[in-house]
């Protein structure tokens, strides 16, 4: 869990960062899209029974790390942000985190109910 919560932190670094050290261009665009993307898919891949969703953010990382050299990134900042950020959400959505309980087994357990 506390990957993700630091996986929604970056989203939210990467929605904010733009507006706070004033770059704009595609690198903006992409990290005002992206950015929220991150968080929320993040934010609910803390839950245990949606923690799977968390891998969702593997190729949003990797875009996040590859678009300074797609989109041409002028400034260094900018280049050096999303680098940084894309390579640490790829690694944290990698952590799978403690499971406690075992959920899922969908139509089983209505049978199994109906039996007894």
Wanted: aromatic residues 12%.
């Amino acid at each position: 869990m506390w990957a993700q919560i630091i996986n929604t932190l970056i989203g939210i670094w990467l929605t904010a960062s733009p507006g706070i050290f004033n770059y704009k261009d595609s690198g903006a665009d992409s990290n005002h899209i992206i950015g929220p993307v991150i968080a929320t898919i993040a934010m609910v891949a803390c839950w245990e029974t949606t923690r799977g969703l968390r891998k969702l953010n593997i190729p949003l990382g990797l875009w996040v790390w590859a678009a300074p050299w797609i989109l041409g990134y002028q400034d260094p900042f900018p280049i050096i942000n999303d680098m940084a950020c894309g390579i640490l959400v790829i690694t944290l959505a990698f952590v799978r985190g403690q499971i406690k309980g075992k959920y899922g087994e969908g139509w089983k357990i209505w049978k199994r109910r109906q039996n007894v």
